[in-house]
């Protein structure tokens, strides 16, 4: 079992949403947090609300560089890495063939380098420095968590890159985890159903409300804490890897 406390954990996207959350709970567990976004404002902001066992670290997912300059960050002030979670991710919505033609490759291309680029970027660097860790009692020397959603599964009218992007992420996981394996290095994915972010923060509040009584039970959306919650349980829970879990409410949604 790895205890969080006095641990290191490098939050990708950690400024806001499920990554301020996850960020904001394992340092309350007692972990040593390292916030890496682009949003400096906001990520300096939560980082000095945490205190000195907590700093932040500008940059993107997509730099080999800006990713290395955070792991390297972990081991300077804290002295290792033992915790990797991948939030960071945007949902630019287009359909393949809309009003003015098909979609821009761009576009598709710049979700994909984001959302799974990006997340494998931060796996390997990451992966890197736990390799260097002393093991623990039953061998395990770090766990890196990263983010899909259900719609690998259920990709919705207009969500054909972020679809396609989070699929890359849940096909990711297992081979990830076999070939980290032999380091004591655990991989997971959690896939979040409907969960009030700034990916939602646009929409007014009656339409997130009728997006949350599409879930089956509880009938809301969820909230960064509970994603949060997941996020220690697996740290503790060694036997837990290779495996995409779904936090959704028993939502599997429909075309649109």
Request: overall charge negative; hydrophobic content about 45%; some cysteine.
């Amino acid at each position: 079992m790895m205890k969080i406390a006095e641990k290191t954990a490098l939050i990708a996207g950690g400024a806001s949403g499920l990554g301020e959350a996850t960020a904001r709970r394992l340092h309350q567990e007692g972990a040593r947090i390292v916030i890496f976004d682009l949003n400096a404002q906001r990520g300096q902001a939560v980082a000095d609300e945490l205190g000195d066992a907590a700093c932040f670290v500008a940059g993107s997912v997509t730099e080999e560089a800006d990713v290395q300059k955070a792991v390297d960050e972990a081991i300077s002030r804290f002295d290792a890495l033992h915790i990797a979670v991948n939030t960071a991710g945007i949902a630019t919505p287009g359909r393949i063939l809309g009003k003015h033609g098909p979609l821009a490759l761009e576009t598709f291309a710049r979700v994909i380098a984001i959302n799974l680029v990006g997340t494998f970027n931060v796996m390997r660097l990451a992966a890197a420095a736990m390799q260097q860790n002393l093991p623990q009692d039953d061998g395990e020397r770090g766990v890196i968590i990263n983010t899909a959603s259900i719609a690998a599964y259920e990709g919705q009218i207009g969500q054909a890159a972020y679809a396609a992007s989070k699929g890359g992420v849940v096909g990711l996981t297992l081979p990830a985890a076999r070939d980290l394996a032999k380091w004591g290095i655990r991989v997971l994915t959690i896939a979040p159903g409907l969960f009030d972010t700034p990916l939602l923060a646009g929409l007014p509040e009656q339409v997130k409300l009728g997006l949350g009584q599409q879930v089956p039970f509880p009938s809301r959306l969820g909230q960064p804490p509970e994603y949060a919650f997941l996020v220690t349980h697996i740290i503790e829970n060694t036997l837990l890897n290779g495996e995409v879990i779904r936090l959704d409410g028993a939502l599997r949604m429909g075309p649109r």
